[in-house]
Antibody, heavy 123, light 110 residues
Framework: QVQLVESGGGLVKPGGSLRLSCAAS????????MSWIRQAPGKGLEWVSY????????NYADSMKGRFTISRDNAKQSLYLQMNSLRAEDTAVYYC????????????????WGQGTMVTVSS | QSALTQPASVSGSPGQSITISCTGT?????????VSWYQQHPGKAPRLMIY???NRPSGVSDRFSGSKSGNTASLTISGLQAEDEADYYC??????????FGGGTKLTVL
């Protein structure tokens, strides 16, 4: 079935780095834009970044620009998020999500979500 | 960019209808017909309930409907059921090719 599975979360010190992965299955990964979305403990959802299907374009939320890098490997059906210069406020569950596509038209919504991976930034 | 504005909480009795609002600006909600709504139960991943303002993905009950007027979008749930109790989030695509989420609304079914 269509599935996204995140990994790579953990405890990291402020200023440290972490690389998250998201393994996709059950659909043609290379057809879809993908995104990362996060949720701090007890807080709401916050969009982080997206990447176009062939990696030709990416974009980030302002607070992540210059610190986070999104990438993908279509051959491995995988999405990544490299996070550098981590801060306490980056502590959150990080979800990867598929951007909804209907008949090659982007619906600018997120139709498939992983279960998330927890990132804790603390000394 | 500031988050979209949603009420912190709404409540209703089984069988009733409730509406959750989501207010943005001309640069997001008002400028694009790309508002979507998500349901999130505790400890679970969000689930897409409405996309492109008023469209339901396959498998979502027709008790859920969406609309938009100007800079404000709305999610209406009719015939409230106990399992509808959850957090609901709106999001909109924006002029800067990003997405903005609302702060979330906790729905309590009395």
């Amino acid at each position: 079935q269509v599935q996204l599975v995140e990994s790579g979360g953990g405890l990291v010190k402020p200023g440290g780095s972490l690389r998250l992965s998201c393994a996709a299955s059950g659909f043609t990964f290379s057809d879809y834009y993908m995104s990362w979305i996060r949720q701090a403990p007890g807080k709401g959802l916050e969009w982080v970044s997206y990447i176009e299907s062939s990696s030709s374009y990416t974009n980030y939320a302002d607070s992540m620009k210059g610190r986070f890098t999104i990438s993908r490997d279509n051959a491995k059906q995988s999405l990544y998020l490299q996070m550098n210069s981590l801060r306490a406020e980056d502590t959150a569950v990080y979800y990867c999500a598929r951007v909804y596509l209907i008949n090659d038209s982007l619906m600018h919504a997120f139709d498939i979500w992983g279960q998330g991976t927890m990132v804790t930034v603390s000394s | 960019q500031s988050a979209l504005t949603q009420p912190a909480s709404v409540s209703g009795s089984p069988g009733q209808s409730i509406t959750i609002s989501c207010t943005g600006t001309r640069s997001d909600v008002g400028g694009y017909n790309y508002v979507s709504w998500y349901q999130q139960h505790p400890g679970k991943a969000p689930r897409l309930m409405i996309y492109a303002v008023n469209n339901r993905p396959s498998g979502v009950s027709d008790r859920f409907s969406g609309s938009k007027s100007g800079n404000t979008a709305s999610l209406t749930i009719s015939g409230l059921q106990a399992e509808d109790e959850a957090d609901y989030y709106c999001t909109s695509y924006t002029y800067s090719d990003t997405w903005l989420f609302g702060g979330g609304t906790k729905l309590t079914v009395l």
